[in-house]
Each structure stands twice: as C-alpha cells, then as structure tokens.
C-alpha cells in the first residue's frame, strides 16, 4: 500500500486502500499498523487534521480493530 509522509512527530506515514477500508499507518519508531474497517471519511480528515498525531488519538487509536505488521 503506498502511503503518504505527514508532518506530525508521531506519525511518519498514512495510507489508505478504499477497496477494503483499510488504513495503514507507520509511526515514528519504524512500527506499521493496519487499522480496519476504517471509513474513507475518517481518512480524509485525519489527512486534513491540523495535528495529525491528535486525530489519531481522539478518533481512530483503540476505535478500529488492527494489527502490527512490523
């Protein structure tokens, strides 16, 4: 999936594959997570969220089910 670079000091990067509302995020500490049944709505507004980190925290941390691929 390829994904996109963010300026936050906790994410590096995000992307998102509509076809299957999956959201994948690499953190900062090289770890990637894949978060699902996440709505494209919530990927457009964590991708236009003055604080990216924080939106994640508020919105999608501990609210989708996920797995740690690396």
Do not use: C, W
């Not at 996440?38 to 507004?45: E, G, I, M, N, R």
């Amino acid at each position: 999936m390829e994904r996109i670079f963010v300026s936050s000091s906790n994410l590096y990067t995000v992307g998102y594959n509509d076809g299957i509302s999956i959201l994948e995020i690499q953190f900062r500490n090289g770890s990637i997570y894949q978060y699902f049944n996440v709505p494209l709505s919530v990927y457009q507004a964590l991708m236009n969220a003055g604080s990216h980190g924080q939106y994640f925290s508020y919105f999608i941390k501990d609210r989708y089910r996920y797995r740690r691929i690396r």
